[in-house]
């Protein structure tokens, strides 16, 4: 597989996750961890499959237990995390600063043995950054009394940018372990549901597809191809064009009725668009 390969792959993720808040609104009956239950369960199932018709269960014998940690507290960690923030402080405030883990993975990408990061990277990341902004903040007001609210969003972005990038360095691990971190999750998520709160079920048609479409999904597949995206592909490409999720979610749930369209998006789609374009440009310049 080659990298550009891997790089279209890891972002069908965010494709698919551009359809979280779509399917997100079509099931909030449903108590956030127990959602992250089912979802991840589902998930879980898809890599059972996936695993069971490749015959490639073997891939994962071998595997450290450390690993499975790792990977468990990446999935776990961060939704916990997310949901913790968006209860703590308003949504607005809480899901921009959730929102720096794509830069963060820009950043943190330096670090890595063989990467290159080089300023067009950052300059493309912010840009891209600042035209997420723009619909994720929609009326942010940050106020002091909301401080461990933005706490809890700081190390949701940094959990999730941290395991991006840890993962890349797991790279001859197989993406199959995704499995055992969906049904790992899925566990600790039920018992975070049942420990914090009540058991709701969705009670129309349209809410039981939608928990069932983010588990096949934004919160299911979209984890597998992430996982092949930041081992083979361009890091620093996929982090910039991260970006991109809540823009086309916006759109999405205008196409939907649900939302109504702004004048903003479409500064959002030159600014994105333009960060992406600027990372494309730097990674091609260091030939990666």
Not at 30 to 58: D, E, M, Y
Not at 79 to 91: D, V
Not at 111 to 118: A, D, I, S, W
Not at 243 to 257: D, E, I, K, N, R
């Given at each position: 597989?080659?990298?550009?390969?891997?790089?279209?792959?890891?972002?069908?993720?965010?494709?698919?996750?551009?359809?979280?808040?779509?399917?997100?609104?079509?099931?909030?009956?449903?108590?956030?961890?127990?959602?992250?239950?089912?979802?991840?369960?589902?998930?879980?199932?898809?890599?059972?499959?996936?695993?069971?018709?490749?015959?490639?269960?073997?891939?994962?014998?071998?595997?450290?237990?450390?690993?499975?940690?790792?990977?468990?507290?990446?999935?776990?960690?961060?939704?916990?995390?997310?949901?913790?923030?968006?209860?703590?402080?308003?949504?607005?405030?809480?899901?921009?600063?959730?929102?720096?883990?794509?830069?963060?993975?820009?950043?943190?990408?330096?670090?890595?043995?063989?990467?290159?990061?080089?300023?067009?990277?950052?300059?493309?990341?912010?840009?891209?950054?600042?035209?997420?902004?723009?619909?994720?903040?929609?009326?942010?007001?940050?106020?002091?009394?909301?401080?461990?609210?933005?706490?809890?969003?700081?190390?949701?972005?940094?959990?999730?940018?941290?395991?991006?990038?840890?993962?890349?360095?797991?790279?001859?691990?197989?993406?199959?372990?995704?499995?055992?971190?969906?049904?790992?999750?899925?566990?600790?998520?039920?018992?975070?549901?049942?420990?914090?709160?009540?058991?709701?079920?969705?009670?129309?048609?349209?809410?039981?597809?939608?928990?069932?479409?983010?588990?096949?999904?934004?919160?299911?597949a979209?984890?597998?191809v992430?996982?092949?995206?930041?081992?083979?592909?361009?890091?620093?490409?996929?982090?910039t064009?991260?970006?991109?999720?809540?823009?086309?979610?916006?759109?999405?749930?205008?196409?939907?009725?649900?939302?109504e369209?702004r004048?903003?998006?479409?500064?959002?789609?030159?600014?994105?668009?333009?960060?992406?374009?600027?990372?494309?440009?730097?990674?091609?310049?260091?030939?990666?």
């Open positions: 597989m080659t990298k550009r390969t891997a790089t279209f792959i890891g972002f069908i993720a965010v494709l698919l996750w551009a359809l979280l808040a779509l399917f997100t609104v079509g099931a909030r009956e449903v108590p956030a961890l127990q959602l992250n239950a089912v979802c991840f369960a589902i998930g879980g199932t898809i890599g059972v499959i996936w695993t069971t018709a490749s015959k490639r269960w073997h891939e994962l014998k071998n595997v450290p237990l450390s690993i499975y940690a790792f990977g468990t507290v990446g999935l776990f960690g961060y939704h916990f995390l997310y949901f913790s923030a968006l209860k703590a402080a308003p949504p607005a405030e809480a899901g921009l600063i959730a929102y720096l883990w794509p830069l963060l993975i820009v950043l943190f990408s330096g670090l890595l043995p063989g990467e290159t990061l080089r300023p067009l990277h950052l300059v493309g990341a912010g840009l891209s950054f600042v035209g997420a902004a723009l619909i994720v903040a929609k009326g942010a007001s940050f106020s002091g009394g909301h401080m461990t609210g933005y706490l809890l969003a700081s190390a949701c972005a940094l959990t999730w940018s941290s395991y991006s990038v840890i993962s890349r360095r797991l790279g001859s691990v197989s993406s199959m372990v995704v499995t055992v971190y969906c049904l790992a999750t899925a566990v600790l998520s039920l018992l975070a549901h049942l420990a914090l709160e009540e058991t709701v079920w969705p009670s129309s048609q349209a809410g039981w597809l939608s928990m069932i479409a983010l588990g096949l999904g934004p919160v299911g979209a984890f597998y992430w996982d092949i995206g930041v081992k083979r592909g361009n890091i620093q490409l996929l982090g064009a991260s970006y991109a999720a809540p823009l086309l979610s916006t759109l999405v749930l205008v196409g939907a009725g649900i939302a369209p004048a903003t998006l479409i500064l959002s789609a030159v600014l994105i668009t333009a960060g992406a374009g600027l990372a494309a440009f730097a990674s091609r310049q260091t030939g990666s």
